[in-house]
């Protein structure tokens, strides 16, 4: 999967060699600067550390679909407690982050979110904590003004108790 991606082919001719070959490049591109939206799992992020297993894009930390208490969602990040991603927003001029987040369906386990931003003095205090969410509650709404950010880090943390069942969706 090449998301925001232009494909082209040239043809490369050898001096050494009488042929020619068709070769087919991919480009990769950032974000459409005149975009009204830009869901998180289509731009890379800065860095990404979590507890157990790989970052979803667009599905769980397990590979299914992302699902908070009955609720199926297209796009987002699946993720697992203790995680902490951060993602550079200076060049993307958006005002705005809104998320749903939640325990996924697929285990039972307990955490919490939060977000922080960087207005380029270091990282804020939390400006949105969930508190603590398990399977089955329904998902919290993210809304956060992020019009000055620099970057925004968004943390999952176990509610409280260990790491195990704690599939977090943003």
Do not use: C
């Not at 609720?71 to 951060?86: P, R, Y």
């Not at 939640?102 to 039972?108: A, C, F, V, Y």
């Not at 939060?114 to 399977?135: A, L, R």
Request: no cysteine.
């Amino acid at each position: 999967d090449f998301p925001s991606t232009y494909q082209t082919a040239l043809k490369v001719k050898s001096s050494a060699e009488p042929y020619e070959r068709k070769v087919i490049v991919f480009f990769k591109t950032g974000p459409d600067p005149n975009a009204k939206e830009l869901y998180l799992s289509d731009i890379d992020y800065e860095n990404h550390k979590q507890g157990w297993g790989d970052l979803g894009i667009d599905k769980s930390v397990d590979g299914n679909g992302l699902s908070i208490a009955g609720k199926n969602f297209d796009k987002g990040l699946g993720t697992h407690s203790n995680a902490e991603t951060v993602y550079l927003l200076k060049s993307l001029k958006f005002k705005r982050f809104q998320a749903f987040v939640g325990q996924d369906d697929e285990t039972s386990g307990t955490i919490e979110f939060e977000v922080f931003i960087d207005n380029g003095n270091g990282f804020s205090e939390p400006i949105f904590d969930s508190g603590v969410m398990k399977k089955g509650d329904p998902a919290k709404f993210v809304d956060v003004d992020i019009s000055k950010a620099e970057k925004i880090k968004l943390i999952v943390k176990n509610g409280g108790d260990s790491i195990n069942g704690d599939h977090a969706d943003w």
